[in-house]
């Protein structure tokens, strides 16, 4: 059975920095790309990032691009997310999410399977 389980999300104020970890089970991170997601108020689900066979794998969205790093540790089946210099744009509901094959992307539509999902809040 496969499950995604987030942790890591809070309040943070402008420019500061929080790491989000999605504990995988149930299938390996060696077979399918794993992506994140985050969804504001009132807003779509939009990708954020994915990470696919190794660390040189990744794709990220523009709105996040030499803020946010995703990585994985094959051993504890988990799939990170750093992010710095938040900003109050950042503001929304992160979710991590299997894809249906190994290939990058961050179309939502490619994942099945998804997380309960973790809040993280950028104020001042």
């Known amino acids: 059975q496969v499950q995604l389980v987030e942790s890591g999300g809070g309040w943070v104020q402008p420019g500061g920095s929080l790491r989000l970890s999605c504990a995988a089970s149930?299938?390996?991170?060696?077979?399918?790309?794993v992506g994140w997601f985050r969804q504001a108020p009132g807003k779509e689900r939009e990708g954020v990032s994915c990470?696919?066979?190794?660390?040189?794998?990744?794709i990220y969205a523009d709105s996040v691009k030499g803020r946010f790093t995703i990585s994985r540790d094959n051993a504890k089946n988990t799939v990170y997310l750093q992010m710095n210099s938040l900003e109050f744009e950042d503001t929304a509901v992160y979710y991590c999410?299997?894809?249906?094959?190994?290939?990058?992307?961050?179309?939502?539509?490619?994942?099945?399977?998804w997380g309960q999902g973790t809040q993280v809040t950028v104020s001042s």
């Open positions: 999410a299997r894809a249906k094959d190994w290939r990058l992307s961050i179309l939502p539509w490619n994942y099945p399977y």
């Open positions: 149930g299938f390996s991170l060696d077979d399918y790309a």
């Open positions: 990470i696919s066979k190794t660390d040189g794998n990744v």
